[in-house]
């Protein structure tokens, strides 16, 4: 770990931001020292930003192809609240087979 950051707070907001059992365990990890902990639990948040990126990208690659598929099949479904994607069956909304 490099070498300590600014404290953004002390152990007293970290407990009311964290909540008492989060923090506690920040602070278990680093032996007490309060510095050590929030520098702790700033890494942490830094890594878990770096990683949800790539849960993102995975994201809208899902979303694009519902989309893709969507279009194909419906295309105007976008547009048009009469499209077959939309026709409404005894109070419910179906997709009707092919």
């Known amino acids: 770990m490099s ?4 404290q953004p707070f002390g152990s007293v907001q970290a407990e009311r931001w964290l909540s ?3 923090y506690r365990r920040y602070l278990n990890v680093a032996s007490g ?8 639990y700033l890494w942490n948040s830094r890594v878990a930003a ?13 979303r694009n192809t519902y989309d893709r598929e969507l279009i194909r099949r ?22 009707p087979a092919e």
């Open 3 to 6: 070498a300590p950051s600014h």
């Open 20 to 22: 008492a059992p989060r």
């Open 33 to 40: 020292d309060h510095g050590l902990a929030t520098d702790v």
């Open 50 to 62: 770096a990683g949800i990126v790539d849960v993102w990208h995975h994201e809208i690659a899902v």
């Open 74 to 95: 419906f295309p105007d479904c976008a547009i048009d609240p009469q499209s077959r994607l939309f026709r409404k069956v005894r109070n419910e909304f179906t997709i």
